[in-house]
């Protein structure tokens, strides 16, 4: 059995240091996952991925605090409004605090993400990330995942305690989605502008998608300084439109989460690699970060995602040690 003689020059030139171009990403990622080319690429991309983090697996967690029927559409999301069973609901300042303790209190945690929708109380999320950031350590760091913002929103969050933001254009968006890939960008370079730190994903991935587009995403993240760059598949929401094209394998998912490994390690901002949901492929090529989800999660049809798809803090550590991380983060 022998490797395309393209593919290993251009994996030796990699190992070498060499920046592949929006092309060579494209080629990388039209292998079959089955393929000998596909295990190579999860292979080096592991083995370099764990030599740029020093072998450090980072467990971040969620907490979906806001869900509403979204106009946002996506034709992917359990949220959207076209074929939600959700209805509008909030949780209260004391359970977001409850769960900002529990995910905070063994020190584990690098990062604390809070997720509203699309259309957001700006005011709220406010008072959300100032109360969470008055009661977490000062060394975890907090990431927002909302809607659209502009530049003077972007300076208040960073100012309330915000370190991050969770941002960017969807596969097809604008397409798959009633929102403008404009607008999307547009608040991608406020969150830079803020000096918030952009992370970002290859997502939501479907067999649909072609390499091309693919890499067109992932060449964006690296194109904006992502803090983190990943991949997440669609998960197959049985009420949506997409449920007709399925969702991807684990061992896809992989191959995406080695070619994102692969073309964004030089990228001096990246501070690790994510992939969604957790799983031990995709965290033995290249991925070092997996979430824990509480409340709401657009990937699940329960309002309460942990116990059914999100993993907890306990979780998500066994799954990097058993993945060989030899350090976890941990304050
Ligand atoms: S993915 Fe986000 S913007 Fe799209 S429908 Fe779901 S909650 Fe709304």
Do not use: W
Request: charged fraction near 20%; include cysteine; hydrophobic fraction near 40%.
């Amino acid at each position: 059995m022998k490797a395309d003689k393209n593919f290993l020059d251009l994996i030796e030139k990699i190992q070498s240091g060499y920046q592949i171009t929006q092309q060579e990403c494209a080629f990388l990622l039209q292998f079959p996952e089955t393929s000998l080319e596909s295990a190579i690429t999860r292979g080096v991309a592991d083995v370099m991925s764990r030599e740029k983090f020093d072998n450090t697996g980072l467990v971040f967690g969620q907490i979906g605090f806001e869900v509403s029927p979204c106009p946002g559409k996506c034709k992917f999301c359990s949220i959207s409004e076209e074929h939600t069973q959700f209805e509008k609901a909030s949780m209260s300042d004391e359970n977001i605090l409850a769960s900002a303790d529990n995910f905070t209190a063994s020190g584990d945690l690098f990062a604390l993400a809070l997720m509203a929708m699309h259309n957001y109380d700006f005011e709220r999320v406010l008072h959300v990330v100032a109360m969470v950031r008055s009661k977490i350590p000062a060394q975890t760091q907090i990431v927002i995942n909302i809607g659209d913002f502009d530049l003077t929103q972007a300076k208040e969050l960073k100012a309330a305690g915000a370190n991050g933001a969770y941002h960017l254009t969807r596969l097809r968006e604008g397409i798959d989605t009633t929102l403008d890939p404009e607008i999307r960008k547009q608040t991608m370079g406020h969150i830079k502008q803020a000096r918030l730190d952009l992370y970002y994903c290859c997502e939501p991935i479907g067999p649909e998608h072609t390499p091309e587009e693919m890499a067109e995403q992932i060449f964006r993240g690296i194109d904006y300084g992502c803090f983190q760059h990943g991949a997440m598949r669609r998960v197959l929401i049985p009420t949506s439109p997409l449920a007709k094209y399925g969702q991807i394998s684990e061992l896809r998912l992989a191959q995406v989460t080695a070619v994102v490994t692969l073309s964004a390690l030089s990228c001096t901002e990246l501070k690790s690699i994510g992939v969604h949901e957790p799983n031990l492929l995709g965290i033995t090529a290249g991925a070092n970060a997996i979430y824990a989800e509480t409340g709401i999660n657009p990937r699940d049809t329960e309002k309460e995602t942990s116990g059914h798809r999100g993993l907890d803090i306990s979780d998500c550590k066994q799954m990097l040690t058993e993945a060989g991380f030899s350090k976890l983060f941990h304050i």
